[in-house]
């Protein structure tokens, strides 16, 4: 990759398929600086201030993957697309509800190492069109020695772009965080607080309860679906705080949290 356009230092970008105001309860939980956007009809982008990667030597890929499972696991009808970069490599990562992740990776001077069918589950998930936008797709997936890593995550929010996706002025993949930070704040991004546990869950709530989730609050379903969340997270935290992985730990913890707090609101609703 030239040093022109080299995706250095590592940063990171969450492209979520909903609005702020759906995007912003989940986001808040991770209790992370992260600035939030709109991205375009139906899109939000997240643009973290990358500490944990930068202090803690973490690498920015493990990192991002477990943010955007986190988000996609609580979010569950929306998906979520962590766009990341370093001085070696860069690529994409797809959370989708509880479905297995997916990733496609470049190295820094372009050459495609992921899986071809990787692009195909993409344009599956994100209700892309299996004939145009596959094409589209494609040239991601092949040599081309005037692309760099850089150019592969650009191309990417092109074919996005089909979709509603409109990325703030200046913030673009492969950037600085602070950069991309100053170019967010420049076109409005709100720097999410973490309002404490109380006001988030209800903020949480309230978005589920207007949402097609609304009859997953209370009865069977939401039992069931707190079950699921608390059998998935408890074995992931673990997991996470065995790697020393932060973005595996907060992924975990997000989902006991949320079928904690799910199974005793049901409880509580029914008294």
């Known amino acids: 990759m030239n040093a022109t356009s080299g995706p250095s230092p590592a940063g990171a970008l969450l492209l979520c398929r909903a609005d702020p105001p759906t995007v912003r309860p989940p986001a808040q939980l991770l209790r992370e600086r992260l600035l939030l956007a709109p991205a375009g009809a139906d899109w939000s982008?997240?643009?973290p201030e990358g500490k944990p990667w930068q202090d803690g030597g973490e690498p920015v890929e493990r990192v991002v993957t477990g943010w955007a499972t986190a988000l996609a696991v609580s979010a569950a009808t929306w998906p979520v697309l962590a766009?990341?970069?370093d001085g070696d490599r860069a690529g994409v990562t797809l959370a989708a509800g509880f479905r297995r992740t997916v990733g496609y990776t470049w190295l820094a001077d372009g050459t495609p190492?992921?899986?071809d069918e990787a692009m195909r589950t993409f344009a599956?998930?994100?209700?892309?069109d299996p004939v145009l936008d596959v094409q589209a797709l494609e040239p991601l997936t092949l040599p081309d020695p005037g692309a760099d890593a850089r150019s592969r995550l650009l191309g990417l929010v092109a074919v996005l772009a089909r979709t509603g996706l409109g990325l703030p002025a200046g913030v673009d993949p492969g950037d600085a965080p602070g950069r991309l930070r100053e170019a967010a704040l420049a076109?409005?991004?709100e720097q999410l607080e973490w309002p404490g546990w109380?006001?988030?869950v209800l903020a949480e709530l309230d978005v589920v309860e207007e949402g097609p989730l609304g009859p997953y609050l209370r009865g069977p379903k939401a039992r069931v679906l707190g079950g699921v969340q608390l059998a998935?997270?408890?074995?992931?935290l673990l997991w996470g705080l065995g790697r020393r992985s932060g973005g595996w730990t907060t992924a975990g913890a997000l989902l006991v949290a949320h079928?904690?707090?799910g199974l005793a609101y049901d409880r509580l609703r029914d008294h």
């Open 113 to 115: 190492v992921g899986e």
């Open 187 to 189: 076109a409005g991004a």
């Open 45 to 47: 982008v997240l643009v």
């Open 259 to 261: 079928g904690a707090l």
């Open 83 to 85: 766009l990341w970069w």
């Open 124 to 128: 599956d998930r994100l209700a892309l």
């Open 232 to 236: 998935a997270g408890v074995p992931l």
């Open 198 to 200: 109380r006001d988030a």
